[in-house]
């Protein structure tokens, strides 16, 4: 009963051109939305966010897009560098026991060709 | 001077000891977590604590104990080790239980043979 799915594991993407990370989730409590990257021995860095309110936020390179009717929402990250190439995460927020417990979704690994 | 930071990097034990992570976060952070990410990948929550208090207790065995001696600090114990215990394990602060941006820790990888 993963509530955050992401299915694909893994996505190559030619240096220069948008490379786009999918996530579905399930649950309907959820109201916060992040996404994460992680490179190999070190911990998730935080990378973008939206809220439930929105369907679209953007920074730099990097927009989320989210699709409440579909649960669905999208990283896109235009251009790509070689630099991005590293494991998304993408994790939702529900409010339980008085925290925001974070469920994450099991990553997509990026790679950027040159 | 990292925000988060774990010791030990890496954990190899054998099955039935008892073995401690120790957690500190220098971000003046009210509320941490610990997470475990499986052979699978997925990071899923564990505990969090706010102010010293535990807030959040997933469904996980006796054997886990968190301990946070302050909040700047959040420590795991674990006894008897089993073979499933085997993972990596990641801490991580946010300011308080408002805010979802969660900072982490760089994980301890615990291998038990």
């Known amino acids: 009963d993963q509530q955050v799915k992401q299915n694909s594991p893994s996505l190559s993407v030619q240096e220069g051109r948008i490379s786009i990370l999918n996530c579905d989730y399930t649950?309907?409590?959820?109201?916060?939305f992040l996404w994460y990257k992680k490179y190999p021995a070190e911990g998730p860095t935080f990378l973008i966010s939206i809220s439930s309110i929105k369907d679209k936020n953007e920074d730099g390179r990097f927009t989320v897009f989210l699709n409440k009717s579909a649960k669905h929402l999208s990283l896109h990250i235009v251009p790509s560098q070689p630099g991005d190439s590293a494991v998304y995460f993408c994790a939702a927020t529900a409010r339980v026991q008085g925290a925001q417990k974070l469920v994450f979704g099991q990553g997509t690994r990026l790679t950027i060709n040159p | 001077d990292t925000a988060v930071s774990q010791t030990p990097k890496y954990l190899v034990t054998q099955m039935g000891n008892d073995k401690s992570i120790k957690c500190e976060q220098n971000?003046?952070?009210?509320?941490m977590y610990w997470y475990k990410q499986d052979s699978k990948k997925f990071l899923k929550i564990m505990f969090s604590y706010n102010n010293k208090e535990l807030i959040i207790n997933e469904t996980v065995p006796n054997r886990f104990s968190p301990k946070s001696p302050d909040k700047a600090h959040l420590n795991l114990h674990i006894n008897s080790l089993e073979l499933g215990d085997s993972a990596v394990y990641f801490c991580?602060?946010?300011?308080?239980?408002?805010?979802?941006?969660?900072?982490f820790g760089p994980g301890t990888r615990l291998t038990v043979l």
């Open positions: 649950n309907s409590m959820f109201d916060y």
């Open positions: 971000l003046g952070h009210d509320t």
């Open positions: 991580a602060s946010s300011q308080d239980t408002r805010y979802n941006e969660q900072f």
